[in-house]
């Protein structure tokens, strides 16, 4: 076989394999399953994070707890997750003051973070709720891959009900209509509850 027909099977192949990369690299389905691990429906898996006083929190625990459960993934350097930070944390002042303790646990979980840069963004944003630095993704890795701010929100039962990432970020408004739903459904003594 000459260069010439060489060069050119070369450059077939070459521009075939190129065309099978860029398809599958394409394709939303696989880029989604990369990216999300838990979805909407899904039960939460199992996790534990120590927060910033010492409590041990577990992803069982969360989900028998009984009430609407609120999780955000964030990392104190990240843009997004200081924007989000104090929707975030007026939602659950507001959510407390209507709904009480009982039926709302909110929990963040630092991605990458240690509890000096926590403990400074909990000052910062006056954050109510407990904070568990991380100091890897391991966490974060049972839910998703990538992107942060990250919020999940599950009924009663534990299930996923709602996500929020970073496109677009939650509002404080989002967050307290879909709280106050499934609180709602979970409880008839809440119906008849105006929220400020």
């Not at 000459?2 to 939303?28: D, E, H, Q, Y």
């Not at 404080?172 to 979970?186: F, T």
Request: charged share 25%; glycine share 8%; proline share 4%.
């Amino acid at each position: 076989m000459n260069f010439g027909r060489k060069l050119i099977l070369l450059n077939i192949a070459t521009l075939s394999l190129f065309c099978v990369m860029t398809f599958m690299s394409c394709n939303p389905i696989e880029k989604t399953d990369f990216v999300e691990k838990v979805r909407v429906g899904d039960s939460l898996p199992e996790f534990r994070v120590t927060d910033l006083v010492g409590g041990n929190w577990t992803g069982d625990g969360l989900a028998h707890s009984g009430k609407v459960v609120v999780i955000l993934f964030f990392n104190p350097g990240c843009e997004d997750c200081r924007k989000e930070m104090p929707r975030l944390s007026s939602a659950y002042n507001h959510l407390e003051e209507v709904y009480g303790e009982e039926h709302i646990q909110f929990i963040g979980i630092g991605r990458e973070s240690n509890e000096t840069q926590t403990m400074e963004f909990v000052q910062k944003f006056g954050v109510r709720f407990p904070m568990c630095p991380q100091k890897d993704r391991k966490v974060f890795e049972l839910f998703a891959t990538l992107s942060i701010p990250r919020i999940y929100i599950t009924d009663t039962e534990g299930i996923v009900r709602y996500i929020h990432n970073d496109n677009p970020l939650a509002t404080e408004e989002d967050i307290i209509k879909e709280i106050s739903g499934l609180i709602s459904v979970s409880d008839d003594s809440t119906k008849g509850i105006v929220l400020k």
